[in-house]
């Protein structure tokens, strides 16, 4: 059983900063790629923010140079510090994981944590 639990989120002001933070828990072998996706009211979940294990990251164009997302490998956690954030960036913040569990890489699956708002006011 694999559980991914993450927190951070909240009501701040425009131009103001936010880090979520997403933890894996469970009977894991390795975590592999990790990534951010947010979902506005009426409107399709999209990515954020994808970092692999190795630390390559890629960025959605609109939060480049704003977002940075970082993870730490031994404590199978990502996170996602959000700086200069503007009343667009008004979502419900989703991790994802791709775990292989168990005891070796032939099975790995995609989770997801439990989301969480951020509201940004102007």
């Known amino acids: 059983q694999v559980q991914l639990v993450s927190s951070g989120g909240g009501l701040v002001q425009a131009g103001g900063s936010l880090r979520p933070t997403c933890a894996a828990s469970?009977?894991?072998?390795?975590?592999?790629?990790m990534a951010w996706y947010r979902q506005a009211p009426g409107k399709q979940r999209d990515l954020v923010a994808a970092?692999?294990?190795?630390?390559?990251?890629n960025y959605a164009d609109s939060v480049k140079g704003r977002f940075t997302i970082s993870r730490d490998n031994a404590k199978n956690t990502v996170y996602l510090q959000m700086n200069s954030l503007e009343p667009e960036d008004t979502a419900v913040y989703y991790c994802?994981?791709?775990?292989?569990?168990?005891?070796?890489?032939?099975?790995?699956?995609?989770?997801w944590g439990q989301g969480n708002q951020v509201t940004v006011s102007s």
């Open positions: 994802n994981a791709d775990i292989a569990v168990g005891t070796s890489y032939q099975r790995q699956y995609r989770y």
């Open positions: 469970g009977t894991i072998f390795s975590t592999n790629a």
């Open positions: 970092i692999t294990r190795g630390g390559s990251t």
